[in-house]
């Protein structure tokens, strides 16, 4: 089966940097994206990672079932739910979504 | 702008009351999804479209209805509202016709709050 797991709350001084890690385990052919949800704005597309374009983004790839997002120097503004999400092409095409990782970023 | 355009942005309903959710892109993508965001869950998907003149069941569509009017419309509706369809509503489009998987992103609207007293 397919599934996602995020850590819950990440809390950092601003200027810091962050990684937010994604894990999973697929059953098809994966693409991993992520996006951030600011209050009352739509999700947006921040990361796409796929097989193809695969990278270490902060020591993770999605070859290795982690394909994580780092923000470097985090300003009060980057406080938001960061989503991970999973797809899997094939026979039983799928997305699962993570359950969102808050960040907030302190003064 | 082009993007998803969802309406209404808040809504309180009484137990038992109907309402349409709209959603409108204007981006000529063939695929639509309806998901709801409760907390601790992440989003799940209700029913998608994956071109004009179909429809699908997702992950939780007991007590929704969706209607692909055209192109570009995807609206869902509650028949008979119930407090545990209080949650947020997302409504998303993508490029192609891949069912539930949109290989190169989602564009996401910007959300209607729904409460169910």
């Known amino acids: 089966s397919n599934s996602v797991k995020q850590t819950g709350q990440i809390t950092v001084s601003e200027g810091a940097s962050v990684t937010m890690n994604c894990t999973y385990t697929s059953t098809g052919y994966p693409t991993l994206f992520w996006y951030v949800e600011y209050p009352s704005k739509p999700l947006q597309l921040l990361q796409r990672?796929?097989?193809?374009?695969s990278k270490n983004f902060g020591g993770g790839n999605i070859k290795d079932k982690n394909s994580p997002i780092v923000k470097y120097s985090v300003q009060v503004s980057d406080s938001a739910v960061y989503y991970c999400?999973?797809?899997?092409?094939?026979?039983?095409?799928?997305?699962?979504f993570g359950k969102g990782i808050t960040l907030s970023v302190r003064p | 702008n082009a993007g998803v355009t969802q309406t209404p942005k808040f809504q309180v309903l009484k137990t038992g009351q109907s309402m349409t959710l709209q959603c409108a892109q204007d981006?000529?993508?063939?695929?639509m999804y309806w998901y709801r965001q409760d907390p601790g869950m992440g989003l799940r998907l209700i029913y998608y479209?994956?071109?004009?003149?179909?429809?699908d069941k997702g992950e939780v569509p007991n007590g929704y209805n969706v209607s692909r009017l055209n192109k570009r419309e995807f609206s869902l509706r509650l028949e008979s509202a119930a407090p545990s369809q209080t949650s947020v509503y997302f409504c998303?489009?993508?490029?192609?016709?891949?069912?539930?998987?949109?290989?190169?992103?989602?564009?996401f609207g910007s959300g209607t709050r729904l409460t169910v007293v």
């Open positions: 981006m000529n993508h063939n695929s």
């Open positions: 990672e796929t097989m193809e374009n």
């Open positions: 479209s994956a071109s004009e003149g179909t429809t």
């Open positions: 999400l999973l797809g899997c092409s094939g026979a039983n095409s799928k997305l699962t």
């Open positions: 998303a489009s993508s490029e192609g016709r891949s069912s539930v998987f949109a290989l190169y992103g989602y564009t």
